[in-house]
């Protein structure tokens, strides 16, 4: 076997014949593919993440629909469920299985050696992939979040937007590349949302799908999109969301958008699109009231990440959520921090600051009102500092009401648990009236309020004096 071999593939054998034995009798009936898969899924330590077979199983009816013969599947070791399950190989595909593991590769080339129509070869999709073959068809899910080392003139640094620039090459004309990504690639700004708008521009998207929450989980907890960017321009781009059917993935909800009118769009917030309310937000949007986003008008940070062990009696006290109560700051149960405040102030809150939960399962804003001691955000706290031209008020009314929670929700990074970043609220369109038309608005919501705290505290004390009297008259 050395010989034949070679001392890299079998590292120290000792050539004892009885533990060859044992081993080639614990081994002989093994199915390679079963047992990478549960392998990888039972690493807590090296282990990925593991694709769910039902994406693997729209690929190959996306591929059948369309007569595609030449597959390319990247970092194949993160779909060997939907190899195991959907048994892709044995139809009439050419397949190329690509990894960047040497130890997978080996595997699969032992595996997938009676199969004539797949080759596996090894290479990396964040570097130009050395391949002269084109292909109709590429799956890839590449790793979420890192920044990868591109160069000075570097379109975009992201692992997502580096792999998928370097896959789009590799397809025929008239092909398709299925990928799927995080929801930040879907509205972030910057950088992001430069490469968005030349990618649609030299691929057109044929359709995105939101993914089902946590089917990634334990891996991922972030909302995740599957997206088709093709050779050739559509007509229309299909957007829509799945949902889980017993082990399949099943379109939910599902509408068609004219390819011109997508490509006008400064993001792929496809949620806002698809959501139930749009014909209130449609009507916001097409209002001619001018609009101006967040970012435009006001100073938005993120409150400090404070330990557990941290908190203690100090001069500084911290604003979490749990602060924020009904639409208001509570002052009275401030958890406090020791520390210079020079060192803090950065995350100072100022009156009238608007402030923002950014995690947690529910939406939650405030005015800040006037406090004696010094008090800072934690980093479960989005602060909006606004300036003139708009009040906190009126953006505090207009991020409540039914279209300012979409567009809140249309940002979130996170699935059941809200995660809300800065640069992402900054994205968030306000209507711009002038300062007479949002004093109007604030005035009538605060006595509107103000009426209907009354009418609870006299409906409640009501409710407590006949209560007192029935029991009372019980004996």
């Not at 081993?23 to 390679?32: E, P, S, T, V």
């Not at 806002?272 to 449609?282: A, G, N, P």
């Not at 008090?375 to 279209?403: D, H, T, Y």
Request: hydrophobic fraction near 40%.
């Amino acid at each position: 076997m050395k010989d034949h071999i070679g001392e890299r593939e079998l590292g120290h054998f000792p050539g004892d014949r009885e533990l060859f034995y044992r081993l080639y009798q614990a081994g002989k009936d093994m199915d390679l593919l079963d047992y990478a898969l549960q392998t990888l899924q039972q690493d807590r330590v090296t282990g990925g993440i593991i694709v769910h077979s039902g994406i693997m199983e729209r690929f190959k009816t996306m591929c059948e629909r369309n007569h595609y013969r030449t597959l390319l599947i990247t970092e194949t070791e993160k779909y060997l469920r939907g190899l195991v399950e959907t048994q892709v190989y044995k139809h009439s595909f050419a397949i190329t299985l690509l990894t960047e593991s040497y130890v997978i590769a080996k595997l699969l080339k032992t595996y997938f050696d009676p199969y004539p129509n797949v080759q596996v070869i090894q290479g990396s999709i964040y570097q130009p992939l050395p391949l002269t073959e084109k292909f109709d068809a590429i799956l890839s899910i590449p790793n979420f979040g890192l920044k990868m080392d591109e160069g000075d003139d570097a379109t975009i640094r992201d692992s997502e937007g580096v792999a998928v620039n370097h896959l789009l090459p590799l397809l025929q004309d008239g092909g398709r590349i299925s990928v799927t990504f995080p929801a930040r690639m879907m509205f972030q700004s910057g950088s992001i949302a430069k490469w968005r708008g030349q990618t649609n521009e030299s691929f057109p998207i044929q359709s995105i799908h939101m993914l089902p929450d946590g089917l990634f989980r334990p891996y991922t907890s972030v909302k995740t999109y599957q997206i088709e960017f093709g050779k050739s321009p559509a007509d229309e781009v299909l957007l829509g969301q799945l949902q889980l059917q017993k082990m399949s993935l099943a379109i939910e909800r599902e509408i068609a958008i004219h390819a011109e009118t997508f490509a006008q769009l400064d993001n792929w917030r496809i949620d806002v699109l698809l959501d139930e309310d749009q014909d209130t937000l449609r009507s916001f949007q097409q209002a001619p009231v001018p609009k101006v986003k967040l970012r435009d008008i006001a100073d938005i940070f993120r409150g400090k990440s404070i330990l557990k062990q941290d908190l203690k009696a100090g001069n500084i006290k911290v604003l979490n959520i749990s602060n924020l109560e009904d639409g208001e700051v509570s002052l009275e149960q401030l958890e406090t921090i020791d520390e210079e405040e020079r060192k803090v102030k950065r995350y100072e809150i100022l009156p009238g600051d608007l402030v923002m939960a950014c995690r947690g399962t529910v939406n939650k804003l405030a005015i800040f009102p006037e406090s004696e001691s010094t008090v800072i955000a934690s980093a479960n706290i989005i602060v909006i500092r606004l300036k003139s031209s708009i009040l906190s008020g009126f953006a505090k009314i207009f991020l409540e009401s039914p279209v300012g929670t979409t567009l809140i929700q249309s940002f979130q990074r996170g699935t059941t648990v809200m995660n809300l970043n800065p640069a992402d609220v900054a994205e968030i369109e306000i209507p711009l009236l002038s300062k007479e038309e949002q004093m109007v608005r604030i005035n009538r919501y605060v006595e509107e309020k103000e009426r209907f705290k009354a009418a609870v505290r006299n409906a409640t004390a009501r409710w407590e004096q006949v209560k007192n009297k029935l029991y009372s008259e019980l004996y």
